[in-house]
């Protein structure tokens, strides 16, 4: 079945609000005409384009809004030597344009939500930015549900959206709970003392809500973070397709890169890739060791992809002819890989031809 592949418009900056000393979020205006392609789903996020410097720059970053709040936004934390995040935080404005990709992303829980459901999230620093979409659809949408959210920072003044939990918190008093753990500033409450580990998962969870009550956990945070309360959440009982991870990195300002691997001009081409794109294709010269994905973009083409990191699954295609090699995964489900689909920023060809198509889903 054919799909429409994400892909750019330029929209207009509706606001910059200022959420902590070193985070914006950003709210866009869609026209009318657009509205249907940029429609998400909780726990999405958007894929930013610009020029930096001479050099065409894009980073994602998560979607904060809620399916009721009316708003396309997302935030964007500034961090060191993050040229696109500097840039947001600094100079974009409202009024300004800039280049974003439609919605895309798998974090969240589709159409599995249960009735009267029990969800638990874990979130650290930025990562609180997918969690809050997906947490004020379900407040607002499953009005039986019970949610408990577990949000690590340094310090009171580095938590994210603080004013908008607050508010929730307050509108959703018996059905919401809030737990800052802090690393960098003594709270009252031992338990609340420290980093958002394992052990303190085991024990918040020990305390507050039984493991076997969990209907559905979702886990953001950086790497370390994520893999050691997966791991605790597996081992208190909680099966694979009940936890729900987005992983991301603060470096950058976006998910991770992967440098090309370099190409002399005069390079013959090892492979053939065959791209099919909206139902047109093209082929292109593939060098030895070099992915598809940075091959396209060396020949002038512009494929659908954002984080070359494996992560995002932007790139997602499916192999029809031939065969590739992928270095890293960490968004395709096994289903997937058993159907032929690879994450083509991150898979070399095996075979002299290969045919890849973008547009099946």
């Known amino acids: 079945m054919a799909v429409t592949p994400p892909r750019f418009h330029r929209l207009a900056v509706r606001d910059v609000a200022r959420e902590t000393a070193q985070a914006v979020s950003i709210a866009f205006d869609v ?23 001479g050099e065409e720059v894009r980073r994602s970053y998560s979607i904060c809004a809620g399916l009721d709040d009316g708003e396309l936004r997302v935030a964007v934390k500034q961090v060191d030597q993050g040229a696109f995040s500097t840039w947001v935080n600094t100079t974009l404005q409202a009024g300004d344009t800039i280049e974003v990709m439609t919605p895309t992303g798998r974090f969240g829980l589709g159409a599995s939500s249960p009735a009267g459901g029990v969800y638990v999230a874990f979130a650290a620093g930025s990562g609180i930015t997918p969690v809050l979409s997906i947490l004020k659809t379900l407040l607002r949408r499953e009005p039986s549900s019970q949610v408990f959210l577990f949000y690590g920072n340094r310090t009171s003044h580095d938590i994210l959206f603080n004013e908008d939990l607050t508010d929730l918190k307050d ?32 024990a918040l969870l020990t305390a507050m809500v039984p493991a076997a009550t969990i209907d559905h956990a979702f886990v953001c945070g950086p790497a370390s973070m994520i893999d050691d309360v997966v791991a605790t959440l597996g081992e208190l009982g909680l099966s694979s ?38 139902g047109k294709r093209r082929e ?41 090699t992928m270095d890293v995964n960490y968004s395709l489900e096994p289903w997937e890989l058993a159907a032929g689909f690879v994450l083509t920023c991150q898979s070399h060809p095996t075979t002299a031809r290969v045919v890849v198509d973008y547009d099946q889903v």
């Open 31 to 53: 026209p009318p005409a657009l509205a249907d392609d940029y429609a998400f789903a909780p726990g999405q996020y958007l894929t930013l384009r610009t020029t930096l410097d």
């Open 284 to 324: 292109v010269p593939v060098a030895a060791g070099e992915a598809i994905v940075d091959a396209a973009i060396r020949n002038g083409m512009d494929l659908p992809f954002a984080c070359k990191g494996g992560m995002c699954a932007t790139c997602r295609a499916k192999v029809v002819e031939g065969a590739v």
């Open 171 to 202: 509108r959703h008093l018996e059905r919401l709970s809030v737990l800052h753990v802090l690393s960098r500033e003594e709270q009252d409450l031992p338990i609340l003392n420290g980093r958002l580990d394992g052990a303190k998962v085991r």
């Open 241 to 278: 397709d009940r936890i729900h991870v987005e992983r991301f990195v603060s470096g950058e300002g976006g998910r991770p890169k992967r440098a090309p691997v370099a190409v002399a001009p005069d390079a013959p081409a090892a492979h053939t890739a065959v791209l099919i794109l909206d």
